[in-house]
């Protein structure tokens, strides 16, 4: 049993809601601009949706195919094939990116096996924009780092469980990716996922936002001085607690809360 509330806000602290089951910290956040963006022309103030996970009460899992070795691709499929095993998908979003063949790009670690190796070559696209970041979760908590550090740190950590490569980094020490533009026209939905003490915050862009709008709301709003970008078109996200199970295109790789 634990605690799981949704917060729904407007430049003010969570108005906390009590809500059934499962441990999952939920918000629905509806948020102008923040401070720095006044000058960025929009009618509409950008809208997010934010879930919180506290590792040190529910676990994160990565999935990514079935056990005849074909991709899940959807949340649907996820759930229907975790409830012949008894269990339920309570949240889920994409988790990183991946090849035609749904392989992910770069690094994958599940249940504490490497199943894909860090991808530290140069290339084209936003994974390949440096520095990039792996996701992880260990006995220590969840994290966010730069990609290059991570076969250093890896020996280190105790109980790694998952990892998850993409990029770019979108925070790192609090600080912003230096490539991106305060003004850029290039705007999508985005989700990706920072970190705060023993918790996991993932963030998904219900509107249009360009990189840096999405770093500082990690920064300003959230207050979290890590986080990386998980993608941009297929940004997807399921939720029991919300009624919602987004389909936008075939997944890769599917971070996930289960239960019993």
Sequence with gaps: AGGAHPERLRHAAPATIPMPRRLLWLSML??????????SARAEPARYTVVRVDL???RLSLFLNDDSGIAFKRFDRLQSWLAERGRRLDFAVNA???HADFAPVGLLVREGREE???NLEAGTGNF???PNGVFLVSDEGPRVIESSEYPALAPRLRGLSIATQSGPLLLRHGAVHRSFIVDSPSRKIRNGVGVSGHTAIFVLSETPVNFHEFALYFRDV????????????????HSTALGRSDFVRELGPILAVVSP
């Design 30 to 39: 509806v948020a102008g601009l923040v401070l720095g963006l006044a000058a």
């Design 56 to 58: 040190r009460k529910d």
């Design 96 to 98: 990183g990116m991946y």
């Design 116 to 118: 894909s190796p860090l």
């Design 128 to 130: 390949f924009l440096r």
């Design 222 to 237: 959230l207050h979290c001085r890590d986080a990386l970008y998980l993608d941009g078109t297929v940004s997807a996200l």
